[in-house]
């Protein structure tokens, strides 16, 4: 009976011992997770006990903890790029006013020639579109963006699609300078995708083209695996290797100088667009300054 009180005893004060140290090693945790959220440290969660179940809680702390800190560390850098994007498009919308303000007063200067007054009045026009075209792009960005625009997929003839917006904006290719080498195949293209979105891409693709091709495009339209893949390549002489790194960002512009026009959504609205319709950009490149920029439209079976 003695011993059987004596194991009793020793059991409890082992027990009580090791609670001991389970609460002392908590206390320490929770001082060093006190200290990591102030900030004061950036340790992570250490245990000085032999302990699974402890071990297992820091390691899931640190885990956690690092976590945050990529979190935060995201929200710094897109608030900081938020803040830029809005300087830029601040930029970008007082340009275009300044010079329709401008040509406005020189032409209603009563002293000023018809012919002056006819070329002011063209380039407040064209200004006006340039405003037009950057708004428009504002808020598809909000629609995409905010509202999560559900989109139709029907079955659509993208080989018929690319044709019709080609020939709608050959004028601007003209105006342009740029000669456009087409090779599109001689059969319909299925792709399963929403109609308007898809004229879209297109539209937006061949605008980026127009606005920074230099002498020639070359267009084409092939199918790759899943996809059906339009294919634009081009000179693009004022573009940098870094700069293919960043086109389908939102915002962004490869004109340090932003007189362009472009408000640096196009892309971004490409890449929105065609992962909404299970597509993807499927290739960037830039050899040689030659820029080739691939969108791959989901095939329809």
């Known amino acids: 009976m003695i011993w059987m009180l004596i194991a009793a005893c020793a059991a409890a004060l082992a027990f009580g011992v090791r609670l001991f140290h389970l609460k002392r090693q908590l206390r320490k945790i929770t001082a060093q997770l006190n200290e990591r959220t102030s900030e004061n440290t950036e340790k992570t969660i250490t245990v000085a006990l032999i302990d699974r179940d402890l071990s297992g809680l820091a390691a899931s702390i640190n885990r956690n903890l690092d976590l945050q800190k990529k979190l935060r560390i995201d929200v710094r850098r897109s608030d900081l790029q938020l803040k830029d994007s809005i300087a830029n498009l601040s930029h970008d919308l007082r340009t275009p006013l300044t010079s329709v303000s401008g040509y406005l007063q020189l032409s209603r200067n009563p002293h000023c020639p018809a012919e002056s007054r006819e070329e002011y009045l063209k380039i407040v026009s064209d200004k006006a579109d340039t405003l037009k075209t950057m708004i428009n792009g504002l808020y598809e960005l909000s629609v995409l963006d905010v509202k999560k625009m559900p989109l139709k997929k029907e079955k659509l003839d993208l080989n018929l699609m690319i044709s019709g917006v080609l ?72 573009l940098t290797q870094k700069d293919t790194e960043h086109l389908f960002e939102r915002f962004y512009t490869a004109d340090s100088s932003r007189n362009s026009g472009g408000s640096g959504l196009g892309l971004y609205i490409v890449k929105t667009l065609l992962e909404k319709m299970d597509g993807r950009v499927t290739g960037v490149s830039f050899e040689g300054q030659i820029l080739t920029i691939k969108a791959g439209f989901r095939l329809s079976s």
């Open 167 to 238: 020939a709608g904006q050959y004028e601007l290719f003209k105006k342009s300078g740029i000669e456009l080498t087409v090779s599109l195949p001689g059969h319909p293209v299925w792709v399963l995708g929403d109609r308007v979105a898809c004229t879209r891409i297109v539209q937006n693709l061949l605008n980026n083209t127009a606005r920074h091709a230099k002498g020639n495009a070359q267009i084409s339209l092939e199918r790759s695996g899943p996809y059906a893949v339009l294919s634009i390549r081009n000179p693009a002489p004022n």
